[in-house]
């Protein structure tokens, strides 16, 4: 059974950064992709980054790109997301997930390619 568990979350000042590592274990093979996806209150779901783990392909949503950035170290099965010139919009829940079927290039950020889930971690940026 996989299980994908993520932390890291917590509480910052607006500008300021986080680091939000993401492990998937009970794989037989690698995810073919890892995401994460947030939510804040009232709003629908989000992908804000993804990373095809095979070749590294990234993928990122317009209102993180150039602050957000997604890595891998497959060694350690962990993914991460680096969020640097966090904004108090970027409060939400952040959930990691991993995709163990083929996704195609335009459907990395969404939700609803992926199949397994963690139970997310909040993060509150203050302004």
């Known amino acids: 059974q996989v299980q994908v568990v993520e932390s890291g979350g917590g509480l910052v000042q607006a500008g300021g950064s986080l680091r939000l590592p993401c492990t998937a274990s009970?794989?037989?093979?690698?995810?073919?992709?890892m995401g994460w996806v947030r939510q804040a209150p009232g709003k629908e779901r989000e992908g804000v980054a993804a990373i095809h783990t095979g070749d590294g392909s990234t993928y990122y949503a317009g209102s993180v790109k150039g602050r957000f950035t997604i890595s891998q170290d497959k060694a350690k099965h962990t993914t991460y997301l680096q969020m640097n010139s966090l904004k108090p919009e970027d409060t939400a829940m952040y959930y990691c997930a991993a995709a163990t079927g083929i996704v195609s290039w335009w459907a990395f950020l969404l939700p609803s390619a992926y199949n397994s889930w963690g139970r997310g971690t909040q993060v509150t940026v203050s302004s």
């Open positions: 009970g794989l037989t093979f690698d995810a073919y992709a």
